[in-house]
């Protein structure tokens, strides 16, 4: 089964979003636990910059959640 993501041309199959959702899964991950680092450091430079990309992250989690929904739907 293909999805086409909103706002783009490009199909991709229902594996391979799944698969780029489990990369980005632990990219948040990941963010979290820097995010959590810089705080207790106090770098709030850090802390906004890392906040910015898992605000991305999660923005892209999304994006392909609504594609496989859409798949599932058509």
Excluded: F, K, P, W
């Amino acid at each position: 089964i293909a999805s086409c993501l909103v706002g783009s041309e490009m199909c991709i199959r229902d594996s391979d979003i799944q698969e780029q959702l489990q990369v980005l899964g632990t990219q948040e991950m990941l963010l979290m636990e820097y995010i959590e680092s810089a705080q207790n450091a106090r770098n709030l430079d850090d802390v906004n910059s890392l906040q910015a990309n898992l605000n991305e992250i999660r923005s892209e989690i999304a994006r392909l959640h609504e594609a496989q929904i859409d798949s599932v739907q058509t």
